[in-house]
């Protein structure tokens, strides 16, 4: 009995860590998609009531995370099956600043770590059965914390008309 409350106080020790940011909770604000020439990104342009890029100092990785299906765990060890993923970057702009990622979808493969870039079609194909992704602005930090902001929808007619224009 002893050892089951040491590994439940170890397992809540652990989430605590990795989730209580001690930051508030930035909702970000879908704006537009926009095709990058010569590449396979696209650009995802969006507001936030939060200064995005100054939540924290030293972070191990930031950015843009979309999932392109219904698993919704943007947590840093979670593996998304088919994903979208970007850095973001602050836009000093007259209407007051607002931030672009350029994503690049990918597809997890047979062997761990190996991916395939989702483009053209394949993205068309996914992306037509749905209404809208979900992304969020993800941070590790050097204290092992994660932090992920509110769920920003991404409609998904932008993305395939973005897409189609190539």
């Not at 996914?126 to 993800?138: G, N």
Request: hydrophobic content about 40%; overall charge negative; proline content about 2%.
């Amino acid at each position: 009995m002893k050892r089951f409350f040491v590994t439940l106080f170890a397992l809540a020790f652990l989430v605590s860590c990795s989730t209580d940011h001690g930051r508030p909770v930035a909702t970000l604000s879908y704006d537009r998609v926009e095709v990058t020439q010569g590449s396979l990104g696209i650009l995802i342009s969006f507001t936030s009531d939060t200064d995005l890029l100054a939540l924290f100092g030293p972070a191990i990785g930031e950015g843009l995370v979309c999932a392109l299906e219904d698993d919704l765990d943007f947590s840093i060890g979670h593996y998304l099956k088919r994903s979208g993923r970007g850095s973001v970057r602050f836009i000093n702009d007259t209407t007051g600043g607002h931030y672009e990622s350029k994503v690049i979808f990918r597809e997890a493969g047979k062997l761990q770590g190996e991916e395939l870039i989702l483009g053209g079609k394949a993205l068309h194909d996914v992306l037509v059965k749905k209404e809208f992704i979900a992304c969020a602005f993800r941070v590790h930090t050097t204290s092992n914390r994660t932090y992920v902001s509110s769920i920003m929808h991404v409609p998904t007619t932008d993305l395939v008309q973005a897409i189609d224009i190539r």
